[in-house]
């Protein structure tokens, strides 16, 4: 499955519409982008490109990853020990 650049520029286009005020959001705004795994570098590349247009347009955002995120944890919990 290729990467789907039209599918990724709309997200792009929602989150840019409720910075805007232009989109309902009921708290923090969160965006959820399902894709094929073989194309892991792929969507870490576009994700990072993305956040770095967003700031440039003064957007205040975050990109990281989530998987690292649960590494960091499952570590800090002591669950990932080899003891």
Not at 36 to 59: M, N, S, T, W, Y
Request: proline share 5%; charged share 30%; with cysteine.
């Amino acid at each position: 499955m290729p990467w789907d650049k039209e599918r990724f520029n709309t997200l792009e286009s929602r989150i840019l519409a409720t910075v805007a005020g232009r989109r309902p959001i009921v708290d923090v705004p969160y965006y959820v982008f399902t894709y094929d795994p073989g194309l892991e570098l792929i969507c870490l590349r576009e994700f990072k490109d993305l956040h770095a247009r967003l700031r440039q347009k003064g957007v205040q955002a975050e990109c990281f990853s989530l998987a690292q995120w649960m590494i960091d944890t499952l570590e800090a919990l002591g669950c990932l020990d080899e003891s």
